[in-house]
């Protein structure tokens, strides 16, 4: 089972600069325009783990840590980053043909930024080191 802390459980919109591609599954939708569509409408919701790696040690999560609240949107300042990250990860397999590792990772950076993250550049710096352990999984 995995390690799942936060569930949206209405369809999340977010623009991003990964264009001229499209995929659609259950879980989530790129168009050629570069939205992004995470459909938490779908069954009981999406649910990620957040900030990745993460271990649940009974009723305690335990690793990346998730950031403080951001006022702006009433969720953490990881909250987005950590979901549009989180579902092209999940489906890397079948978006690893058009979608580069890279370009994700570029995505979160670009939303923690975004979402004023002090720690942007050293968690964008650890996807880019250690993002292959998890891509393609």
């Known amino acids: 089972m995995g390690v799942y802390i936060y569930c949206i ?7 991003s600069a990964i264009t001229a591609r499209e995929f659609e599954n ?30 649940k040690i009974k009723d305690v999560y335990v690793g990346t840590l998730e950031a403080v ?6 969720k953490s300042k990881t909250y ?6 989180d579902v092209f990860y999940q489906f890397s397999k079948e978006v ?11 995505e ?3 939303i923690l930024k975004r979402d004023k993250f002090v ?7 650890a ?5 292959w352990l998890f891509w393609n999984k």
Not at 69 to 74: I, M, P, Q, V
Not at 119 to 125: C, D, E, I, T, V
Not at 127 to 131: H, P, S
């Open 26 to 55: 259950e879980w989530f939708k790129l168009s050629s325009d570069g939205i992004i569509i995470v459909k938490g409408t779908h069954y009981k919701g999406y649910a990620w783990d957040g900030c990745s790696p993460k271990l």
């Open 119 to 125: 720690f942007a550049g050293l968690y964008y710096r």
């Open 80 to 85: 987005y980053a950590s979901l549009i990250h």
């Open 108 to 110: 979160l950076y670009s």
């Open 9 to 15: 459980k209405e369809d999340y919109r977010y623009q």
């Open 96 to 106: 690893k043909p058009f979608v580069r590792r890279k370009e994700v990772d570029r």
């Open 127 to 131: 996807v880019r080191l250690f993002g």
């Open 69 to 74: 609240l951001n006022f702006d949107t009433g």
